[in-house]
């Protein structure tokens, strides 16, 4: 399958912006996802965006895309202490939409 | 709209005896289905996935099975469980042609 790393933690300060990294190997037109991973919760889809785009913007949340480099970023302004938890990157290329290729999970720890 | 149930939400089983966790789509029809594992709390590991009812595609060899014996209603089963089949088992959905995928709340096994 598809490879996507990330790293494994990030700790900020309540009120500071978290900036959490992901790689993909995919060459193709490919969907990208941030998921977010509550303590013994399912993944609850963040955003996402098409390998077509640069940026999308939503709220506090804002994924950059580097196609070159094949690295998505979510950026997460004003960061709150419900913030803290696990962020999964995930990619579904568009010649197989049944695939979804996750990673291994950034967890984030906001500090009050 | 469409919901996603699975359970049950947690079990503790002995090595080698059975195990089957239920997932049920509602508010859909034809949804592609999926069964994921997290381990230790990370990474996720498709185990199968479903583009109709009787049709399972098996992503790694292992001791477990899925089934699908209506459209909304996916099963993960096995007969024997090992102490490695400990984890968190994630259920999923996503519109046929679709590319987006929705978890359910998880089910926690501990093997003992």
């Known amino acids: 399958g598809e490879d996507v790393e990330q790293s494994l933690f990030l700790s900020v300060r309540e009120g500071d912006s978290s900036v959490i990294n992901c790689t993909y190997t995919d060459s193709s037109s490919t969907y990208l996802y941030w998921y977010k991973q509550e303590p013994g919760a399912g993944l609850q889809l963040l955003t996402y965006?098409?390998?077509?785009?640069d940026m999308k913007q939503d709220q506090r949340l804002t994924v950059l895309l580097n196609k070159k480099d094949k690295h998505l970023s979510l950026r997460i302004a004003d960061t709150q202490t419900g913030d803290s938890a696990i962020y999964f990157c995930?990619?579904?290329?568009?010649?197989?939409?049944?695939?979804?290729?996750f990673g291994s999970g950034t967890k984030l720890n906001v500090k009050p | 709209s469409q919901t996603i149930h699975q359970w049950p939400a947690t079990l503790v089983q002995p090595v080698g005896s059975p195990l089957s966790l239920e997932c049920t789509v509602e508010?859909?029809?034809?949804?592609?289905l999926y069964w994921y594992r997290q381990a230790a709390g990370r990474g996720l590991q498709l185990l199968f996935y479903?583009?109709?009812?009787?049709?399972i595609s098996s992503e790694v060899p292992q001791n477990l099975s899925a089934s699908r014996p209506q459209d909304r209603q996916f099963i993960l089963s096995s007969k024997k469980l090992l102490l490695s089949d400990s984890g968190f088992y994630l259920c999923?959905?996503?519109?046929?042609?679709?590319?987006?995928?929705?978890f359910g709340a998880g089910s926690r096994l501990t093997v003992l």
């Open positions: 479903s583009v109709g009812i009787g049709q």
């Open positions: 508010g859909t029809s034809n949804p592609n």
């Open positions: 995930a990619e579904s290329p568009l010649y197989n939409f049944n695939k979804f290729y």
């Open positions: 999923a959905w996503s519109k046929s042609g679709a590319n987006v995928l929705t």
């Open positions: 965006i098409f390998s077509n785009m």
